[in-house]
């Protein structure tokens, strides 16, 4: 069983039709695209990340699967409707929990890139994507150019409430 069939089960979906994710993900470089229509900053991202998808990120072998974090099946739909990629069904509510634990998803958007054979290359791909938009560092490994946007963290984007606290701690603490 290849690595994308265990993370995102035996279907995801293309459009309304239902693909095998093995054909689907097959040698490509894959971004799970964690996102939700109710998040003002995802729906400010999806239609960038869009367009540069469309441009030549998908050309350059990347392919991204949406996994949901709306709260329900319509709304998932009306939002998936607006994207040009593979999403994990909403029906997969098991999956999704895995995958939001897997990779430490406490905010969205978060988009965490994936080499060919599974592994993570970096769970701030939403900074790698926005610094290099056309994929010329693509896929965004260690030492590229997008890369430098990488805190002391290595490259882990920390989020919503634990962000804020190091925050709030960083002030009060000097080096």
Request: glycine letters at 10%; proline letters at 5%.
């Amino acid at each position: 069983m290849s690595a994308f069939v265990e993370l995102f089960g035996e279907n995801l979906l293309s459009g309304s039709e239902a693909v095998k994710t093995a054909d689907a993900l097959n040698g490509k470089v894959v971004a799970i695209y964690f996102s939700a229509h109710w998040c003002p900053p995802c729906r400010q991202f999806t239609p960038k990340l869009a367009e540069w998808y469309k441009k030549s990120l998908k050309e350059k072998g990347l392919e991204v699967v949406f996994v949901s974090r709306d709260n329900d099946d319509a709304t998932f739909k009306d939002y998936y409707a607006t994207m040009p990629w593979t999403a994990l069904p909403f029906s997969e509510k098991n999956a999704r929990e895995t995958l939001q634990k897997k990779f430490n998803i406490s905010g969205i958007p978060t988009l965490v890139i994936l080499d060919t054979d599974g592994q993570s290359i970096t769970t701030d791909g939403r900074g790698a994507v926005t610094k290099d938009p056309t994929g010329k560092d693509f896929p965004w490994k260690s030492g590229s150019k997008a890369d430098d946007k990488k805190g002391k963290d290595g490259g882990k984007e920390t989020h919503g409430f634990k962000k804020f606290l190091g925050d709030i701690k960083g002030m009060f603490h000097k080096k």
